[in-house]
């Protein structure tokens, strides 16, 4: 089965079992397998005006990402963050699709607003397909080299 039901809620919306899976597939990948100790919960999740977009295979969870309103994270600019898919779902283009459901979902509710993301820096050209230009050098985020990338408001 292919098919993949794509969501997005707010953290209001969230079922416990959501909320549930959404928290294990990102201590699964970013705690477990990249061996990154860090403060997963940050307060964003409960913003009310972030949006988590979640990808499910049935009743699997396999693509996920958060998006966060201008002014959360970096000020008048929105951010996507987060974006994970799961390992049984890697090489099937579930990442494309995710970030095009956050893309799709970002300019509706932030239309004139620029978005930055914090991205690994060995994922800088997967962000440049999808029009994020690398705006830093590189840094230190929790031990992983990361630039700052931005895509401009259409």
């Known amino acids: 089965m292919n098919y993949i039901e794509w969501k997005t809620l707010n953290f209001?919306?969230?079922?416990?079992r959501q909320l549930y899976q959404?928290?294990?597939?990102?201590?699964a990948v970013f705690v477990v397998e990249q061996s990154?100790?860090?403060?997963?919960l940050d307060g964003k999740d409960h913003n009310d005006d972030t949006i988590h977009v979640l990808g499910y295979r049935g009743d699997n969870l396999v693509a996920y990402a958060r998006l966060l309103a201008p002014d959360v994270s970096y000020?008048?600019?929105?951010?996507?963050?987060?974006?994970?898919?799961s390992e049984a779902g890697r090489g099937q283009?579930?990442?494309?699709?995710?970030?095009?459901q956050c893309l799709i979902k970002g300019e509706h509710d932030w239309p004139d607003r620029d978005i930055k993301i914090s991205a690994q820096q060995h994922l800088q050209s997967?962000?440049?397909?999808?029009?994020?230009?690398t705006v830093s050098e590189m840094y230190l985020e929790d031990n992983i080299p990361h630039v700052a990338?931005?895509?401009?408001?259409n």
């Not at 209001?12 to 416990?16: G, R, V």
């Not at 959404?22 to 201590?27: A, P, S, V």
């Not at 000020?75 to 898919?85: A, E, K, L, Q, Y």
């Not at 990338?149 to 408001?153: E, L, N, P, Q, S």
Request: hydrophobic share 40%; proline share 2%; with cysteine.
């Open 12 to 16: 209001s919306q969230l079922s416990t």
């Open 22 to 27: 959404m928290l294990q597939l990102r201590i």
């Open 36 to 40: 990154c100790f860090y403060q997963d």
């Open 75 to 85: 000020p008048n600019m929105s951010s996507i963050g987060r974006v994970i898919v």
């Open 93 to 100: 283009g579930l990442g494309d699709q995710l970030i095009e």
């Open 126 to 133: 997967y962000y440049q397909k999808h029009g994020f230009i």
């Open 149 to 153: 990338m931005c895509r401009a408001a």
